[in-house]
């Protein structure tokens, strides 16, 4: 056992030794500065336009989203409208996961901050309920269904389904399922 440690002891000042000879020796291939990223390797010139956000150097940055006049809400907003097929998916995910289905609608659908200005506190953040949480929901369709009443009860009304977790008491999931038709 002693040999191998003895061993082990040589071998590694050695090779520390010569690495470390190799970095300070004026022969080595210095490594070149980090200078950034080429914009011309992330987009190619055709596809810059003068509206898009730059950082004031040479890298081209991601466009942020504009907020004026186009509203966002919830997770799956940024995509082209749900299905009934996409949103039965997102239940039956949800119901996989042991998440309560629960339905919400408001006229507005906006969060803001219209009656106060204090930290954390938010006008709209709170929808009225669609009837009760479907405890014991195991099924999309119940979901499905319980959408078109809401839509034809509220037809000028953003529409959302919300995944509440019952240990935890907080909701984990949340996706738009209807908008008003304008």
């Not at 309920?129 to 369709?141: A, H, R, T, Y």
């Not at 037809?155 to 984990?172: E, H, S, T």
Request: contains cysteine; hydrophobic residues 40%.
């Amino acid at each position: 056992m002693a040999s191998v440690v003895a061993a082990s002891t040589v071998v590694a000042p050695a090779a520390f030794a010569a690495a470390s000879s190799c970095v300070g020796s004026s022969e080595s291939t210095s490594v070149k500065a980090f200078s950034g990223l080429k914009s011309a390797t992330l987009v190619s010139a055709k596809s810059q336009t003068l509206s898009s956000v730059q950082n004031g150097s040479r890298v081209q940055c991601m466009q942020v989203w504009n907020p004026t006049g186009n509203l966002k809400f919830e997770t799956f907003s940024y995509l082209p409208a749900l299905s009934e097929q996409d949103i039965s998916k997102q239940v039956d995910f949800m119901i996989r996961q042991k998440l309560i289905p629960c339905l919400e609608f408001d006229p507005v659908g906006v969060i803001s901050r219209t009656n106060n200005r204090s930290p954390g506190y938010y006008d709209g953040r709170y929808w009225t309920m669609w009837k009760l949480p479907m405890f014991g929901c195991n099924d999309s369709s119940q979901v499905l269904r319980e959408i078109q009443e809401c839509k034809k009860a509220f037809p000028q009304c953003y529409i959302r389904v919300l995944g509440f977790d019952n240990i935890k008491q907080v909701q984990i999931a949340g996706f738009m399922v209807a908008a008003p038709s304008a």
